[in-house]
């Protein structure tokens, strides 16, 4: 336990940030985690909360928060390993996280605390780097995301630094629900990692900094549709490919060919998608749409079916007052950019259309009693 000690305090005192290249906030220093842990161990000095031993340390619980703790002594001077707090803290002050956050913070202003090297959250479906500052043995700062497909569950920024018998970890976990942070965690590794694993670690994060295969952030709520939107079910519209769309995909169920004036069109089919392509003469082909039918596969922006027509909206631009009998959300016209709306006979679509190399193409979304039931990406 005398090991633990000094490792906190080694943690502590080397407590000073990092700039990383760019203006903009630094990363999350020892010193905010030491503040967070002071405030959350200063509430419960006051309140008393229920104790338990949980192996070699003790478990606080209070309104709000928790506290992990070294000793069974709550008092100013107890050294904290980990300090939680829980969404019964509302709107507390005295329980905000660093930089402001808060248990109901949404997680833009989260990210927009921190820094960012990857605005668009570019990695694979269960993650993502923020960012990677510093090499060892000196002090390195990281920020991850984990997530589902578009759908966050936790950010993470962490700092390693080295300590007698190795390299410490510290940091601050966020956990996400519906867009918003829910809790609030730090942690201290309990036992500090070999030059070797602490390598190891950064390397994996590393490695997953250079992957891209899943994109979100690609256009933030209330913005108009992006190129970077151009994706749905993991499926890169302008880059997709038969093939390709195979490799993600696997073998369609489905395949069909039809001649036509300009050349054949070539139909694949999987579980819940369709891709349809258009081939020319050389052989060359292009997408010429994919439509999603299944609530399993993500649209752009995280788009699923059986979200609302309010939700939806939402998450791109529009005016303050919407043509519910049909009309523009923004833009001039059909001039791209631009969207709309287009109400039917019992549904109503949206159009969200950028321009191309190619023509005018966008994402189309279809709505039955005000759920969503169809997507797709088009050239129009």
């Avoid at 000690?5 to 290249?21: D, G, I, N, R």
């Avoid at 202003?109 to 990857?118: C, V």
């Amino acid at each position: 336990m005398k090991r633990l000690t000094a490792l906190f305090a080694a943690l502590l005192m080397a407590a000073c940030p990092l700039a990383l290249a760019q203006e903009g906030p630094g990363p999350l220093t020892l010193a905010e985690i030491e503040s967070f842990n002071a405030a959350v161990l200063a509430r419960a000095v006051l309140e008393e909360p229920t104790l338990r031993q949980e192996g070699d340390s003790y478990l606080a619980l209070g309104e709000g928060y928790e506290l992990s703790l070294l000793s069974g002594d709550i008092s100013e001077d107890s050294v904290v390993l980990g300090a939680a707090v829980t969404l019964e803290a509302g709107e507390d002050e005295a329980l905000a996280g660093p930089r402001g956050q808060r248990v109901s913070s949404p997680v833009a202003e989260l990210l927009a605390a921190y820094p960012s090297d990857n605005p668009y959250l570019a990695g694979n479906r269960d993650g993502a780097v923020l960012y990677i500052a510093g090499e060892l043995p000196a002090a390195v700062y990281t920020g991850f995301v984990v997530r589902d497909g578009q759908t966050l569950s936790l950010i993470e920024y962490n700092v390693y630094h080295q300590v007698d018998g190795g390299v410490a970890r510290a940091g601050l976990q966020y956990t996400i629900e519906q867009g918003r942070v829910r809790a609030i965690r730090s942690f201290v590794a309990q036992e500090p990692l070999s030059q070797q694993e602490a390598q190891e670690a950064i390397s994996r994060l590393a490695a997953l900094q250079e992957e891209n295969s899943l994109v979100m952030n690609a256009g933030q709520p209330g913005s108009p549709l992006e190129r970077e939107d151009m994706e749905i079910g993991g499926l890169d519209f302008f880059d997709l490919t038969p093939k390709s769309a195979a490799a993600i995909l696997g073998a369609p169920e489905y395949e069909e060919t039809a001649e036509s004036a300009d050349g054949t069109l070539i139909t694949l089919q999987w579980p819940g998608v369709e891709a349809v392509f258009s081939q020319a003469a050389d052989g060359a082909t292009r997408p010429e749409r994919i439509t999603v039918s299944d609530a399993s596969h993500e649209g752009p922006r995280g788009l699923r079916l059986g979200q609302s027509l309010a939700q939806v909206i939402s998450l791109f631009a529009h005016g303050e007052e919407l043509p519910v009998e049909g009309g523009s959300l923004y833009g001039q016209g059909q001039t791209p950019p631009y969207g709309s709306l287009v109400a039917g006979s019992g549904s109503i679509s949206l159009y969200y259309v950028i321009d191309s190399p190619e023509g005018p193409a966008g994402l189309v979304l279809t709505f039955i009693d005000s759920s969503l039931i169809s997507m797709s990406l088009i050239y129009l």
